[in-house]
């Protein structure tokens, strides 16, 4: 699948890539709209189409991402209510295997998420896999999410790193598309993002099933 001669600097997603997205899914769509009721003495089905046209406004902005965003649109601290449910927060199988087989190479291994730094101090706390990487990236640091080309300029001010000689996993299409115009050489996408929910058995990039199936050839430094 992959040809690790090739690489030399691995970006990783956190969200539905390192991470299970049902958390995030979970939130979103069960949770959140049930708390939001409560707090306005609603029914949950009342404020559903509310809270689903909001996330459609966001979609695709830095502001779906920005925690401070949506604590000031709904009037509740989102980070606080994400903490009631962290018990959710989960490492996707065979990620912490992969880790610690590239921590053991000469690659470099980045984090890059659109998660806010909030999201991502308590996704972190929770998972314990900071070690693992040279350096932690939150869009919010740029001001640009990873969909926008000014994202991946401002990546390579940041880092150093060859697009051609990179490997990026993400589970978002739009984002992969946008990796892909910046011209990064290796790609690929998660066939299961959520384990609540089917996989994906169709898409523009190679689909990852399990990540111990791109381990072999990582060979470990001297
Ligand atoms: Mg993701």
Not at 45 to 59: D, G, H, P
Request: charged share 25%.
């Amino acid at each position: 699948m992959l040809d690790w001669q090739q690489i030399d600097t691995v970006l990783l997603d956190m969200d539905g890539t390192l991470l299970d997205l049902h958390f995030d899914n979970y939130f979103w769509f069960e949770y959140l709209p049930v708390e939001y009721a409560k707090y306005h003495n609603k029914e949950p089905e009342e404020v559903r189409s509310y809270l689903i046209q909001l996330m459609k406004e966001a979609e695709g902005k830095i502001d779906w991402y920005c925690v401070d965003f949506w604590t000031e649109k709904l009037g509740m601290e989102i980070v606080s209510l994400k903490k009631e449910v962290d018990h959710l927060i989960a490492i996707r199988p065979a990620v912490v295997e992969f880790l610690e087989t590239l921590h053991t190479s000469k690659k470099k291994v980045y984090l890059i998420t659109n998660a806010h730094h909030n999201v991502l101090d308590l996704k972190l706390e929770k998972t314990q896999i900071s070690h693992y990487f040279d350096e932690l990236i939150s869009s919010h640091q740029y001001g640009y999410i990873k969909e926008q080309q000014e994202f991946w300029s401002e990546l390579s001010n940041n880092i150093n790193f060859d697009p051609k000689r990179t490997l990026f996993i993400d589970d978002s299409q739009p984002v992969l598309e946008s990796a892909a115009k910046y011209g990064i050489g290796h790609i690929l996408s998660i066939s299961q993002p959520d384990s609540n929910r089917p996989s994906r058995t169709v898409g523009n990039f190679p689909l990852l099933q399990d990540f111990s199936d791109i381990i072999e050839g990582i060979i470990p430094s001297q």
